[in-house]
């Protein structure tokens, strides 16, 4: 999907009928009031003094379809002097599996949403059970066959380790979203945002923590189902905020670059397929292309190191290959 410059406006809570054991929005967004038509116009005027034109203006955080008609109206309504002079191309939401009917499409596709994202979180519907969320996985696949017939882009939210969930059950809601041909994916590893009944229910220690170690893990499995699919992971992990970097992260998979950890997860065990037969003690190098040189080598080395004690290598470098694209070449093997 191409991307335009995304104006994000954040409506936490807003159309929620329960609070996910999971979920602060205003934490999480770190949005604590929810928007209005005057925040839409601002933040909209802005850009337009700014000369930007064919922004996307996105509306996260809450349940957009499932807020009342008339703010829905008020919110599509402040945007569309900016759709009618070209400084909005579209307009992106996100909301429920539960919270979606043609009617609703229909209103949404008039008034200039071009994608809808759906939060499905887990395909296991104990699992959706036990995060309280008041779907179920049948929901999804029903609202994504109408996000698709009404002719607008289809986003699908998924998220590892949640409680009930496990490895194999996450690996199998992505195989499931796969299967549903959205247009792109979020994937959301869980964290502990303080509040929450998650936090309650990990420091009483009936939830064990999705470390960033686990997230990796499981999402290394999972991004390669995506990419096997052209389905494009548009986010992988939640966007650092203040709020959650000054403590409203407690636990859990939070980390600013959790993509690149998974990529580099990638990487080394790919690598590993290539080093399998070279002898012991040799001096190896690995090529890659330049671009992709940190994520091969690992935060503070890591991979390399882990690579290099693993088939006891006397020495493992990483050099840059241009051309190579998505490749890793064996270079070099010296004793």
Same mark, same amino acid.
Not at 1 to 12: K, L, T
Not at 180 to 186: K, W
């Given at each position: %999907?191409?991307?335009?410059?995304?104006?994000?406006?954040?409506?936490?809570h807003l159309g929620c009928p329960n609070?996910?054991?999971?979920?602060?929005?205003?934490?999480?967004?770190?949005?604590?009031?929810?928007?209005?038509?005057?925040?839409?116009?601002?933040? @909209?005027?802005?850009?337009?003094?700014?000369?930007?034109?064919?922004?996307?203006?996105?509306?996260?955080?809450?349940?957009?379809?499932?807020?009342?008609?008339?703010?829905?109206?008020? @919110?599509?309504?402040?945007?569309?002097?900016?759709?009618?002079?070209?400084?909005?191309?579209?307009?992106?939401?996100?909301?429920?599996?539960?919270?979606?009917?043609?009617?609703?499409?229909?209103?949404?596709?008039?008034?200039?949403?071009?994608?809808?994202?759906?939060?499905a979180q887990s395909m296991d519907d104990?699992?959706?059970?036990?995060? #309280?969320?008041?779907?179920?996985?049948?929901?999804?696949?029903?609202?994504?066959?109408?996000?698709?017939?009404? #002719?607008?882009?289809?986003?699908?939210?998924? %998220?590892?380790?949640?409680?009930?969930?496990?490895?194999?059950?996450?690996?199998?809601?992505?195989?499931?979203?796969?299967?549903?041909?959205?247009?792109?994916?979020?994937?959301?590893?869980?964290?502990?945002?303080? #509040?929450?009944?998650?936090?309650?229910?990990?420091?009483?220690?009936?939830?064990?923590?999705?470390?960033?170690?686990?997230?990796?893990?499981?999402?290394?499995?999972?991004?390669?189902?995506?990419?096997?699919?052209?389905?494009?992971?548009?986010?992988?992990? /939640?966007?650092?905020?203040?709020?959650?970097?000054?403590?409203?992260?407690?636990?859990?998979?939070?980390?600013?670059? /959790?993509?690149?950890?998974?990529?580099?997860?990638?990487?080394?065990?790919?690598?590993?397929?290539?080093?399998?037969?070279?002898?012991?003690?040799?001096?190896?190098? @690995?090529?890659?292309?330049?671009?992709?040189?940190?994520? %091969?080598?690992?935060?503070?080395?890591?991979?390399?190191?882990?690579?290099?004690?693993?088939?006891? @290598?006397?020495?493992?470098?990483?050099?840059?290959?241009? #051309?190579?694209?998505?490749?890793?070449?064996?270079?070099?093997?010296?004793?």
């Open positions: %999907m191409a991307r335009a410059r995304i104006i994000p406006i954040f409506v936490p609070d996910c054991v999971f979920c602060d929005q205003k934490r999480i967004s770190g949005s604590p009031l929810p928007a209005d038509g005057q925040d839409v116009a601002r933040a @909209l005027d802005r850009a337009r003094e700014q000369g930007q034109t064919g922004v996307e203006l996105a509306f996260y955080g809450g349940s957009f379809t499932a807020v009342s008609p008339a703010l829905q109206k008020r @919110l599509l309504a402040a945007a569309a002097p900016y759709l009618a002079d070209g400084t909005v191309a579209a307009i992106r939401l996100s909301t429920r599996p539960d919270a979606v009917d043609g009617d609703i499409l229909a209103f949404l596709k008039a008034n200039g949403v071009q994608t809808v994202e759906l939060g104990g699992v959706l059970a036990a995060c #309280g969320r008041g779907h179920t996985a049948a929901d999804t696949v029903r609202a994504a066959a109408l996000v698709r017939a009404a #002719g607008l882009q289809l986003v699908l939210q998924m %998220m590892t380790g949640l409680p009930g969930s496990d490895r194999e059950k996450d690996v199998d809601t992505a195989r499931q979203i796969a299967g549903l041909r959205p247009d792109g994916v979020r994937i959301y590893p869980t964290v502990v945002v303080a #509040g929450t009944a998650l936090e309650d229910m990990w420091r009483a220690g009936t939830y064990r923590e999705h470390t960033v170690a686990d997230a990796v893990a499981v999402c290394a499995d999972i991004l390669p189902l995506f990419e096997a699919a052209s389905i494009p992971v548009i986010r992988l992990g /939640l966007n650092p905020t203040a709020e959650l970097s000054a403590g409203g992260a407690v636990g859990g998979a939070y980390h600013p670059a /959790l993509g690149e950890l998974v990529r580099s997860e990638l990487m080394r065990r790919r690598a590993r397929t290539l080093l399998r037969d070279v002898p012991v003690g040799a001096r190896v190098a @690995l090529g890659v292309a330049p671009e992709r040189v940190s994520a %091969m080598t690992g935060q503070h080395r890591a991979n390399a190191a882990a690579l290099a004690r693993e088939f006891s @290598l006397k020495e493992l470098k990483i050099r840059p290959v241009p #051309g190579a694209g998505e490749e890793i070449i064996l270079v070099d093997v010296g004793m």
